[in-house]
């Protein structure tokens, strides 16, 4: 087992696939993860860049690929490896061409403690679901109307 990584006390872990048309990745995520990281709040345990060229053609790029290797790794102190080449596939195949995607998994460690205390209690969670933000956006705007 990778050191640092313990299933009784892992807080709850979330994958995420940013997309960007025209293959516009500039970098400028790296910083906000990498603060994210330093603040605890998250733990990276893995990243990958998927590309899609016009021709249909995809390339997959992850940590320990040199091209990326020092940029992303300034994100992340160790890698987990808790994406599988099926899952970059499916990302892949989800991409148009001229697309690429950044493949991250994370821990969310400011749960920790509080997915540690639901095990213990025989908890379980069976639902999760994340509120999409043009959700958020309209109910803030019906509570602004008010």
Do not use: Y
């Amino acid at each position: 087992m990778p050191s640092g990584l313990n299933a009784d006390t892992v807080g709850l872990v979330d994958v995420s696939v940013v997309a960007f048309e025209g293959n516009h990745f500039n970098g400028e995520i790296v910083p906000a993860l990498r603060e994210l990281q330093q603040d605890r709040t998250v733990r990276i345990l893995d990243l990958a860049f998927v590309s899609k060229a016009e021709d249909g053609s995809v390339t997959v790029v992850e940590l320990t690929d040199p091209a990326v290797a020092e940029t992303l790794q300034q994100v992340t102190d160790e890698q987990f490896d808790l994406l599988s080449d099926e899952d970059l596939r499916t990302v892949s195949e989800s991409l148009t061409p001229n697309c690429s995607a950044l493949v991250m998994a994370w821990e969310n460690t400011w749960a920790r403690r509080l997915a540690t205390a639901v095990r213990d209690s025989k908890g379980e969670v069976v639902m999760l679901e994340r509120i999409p933000r043009e959700t958020v956006i309209e109910a803030i705007a019906a509570l602004d109307g008010n």
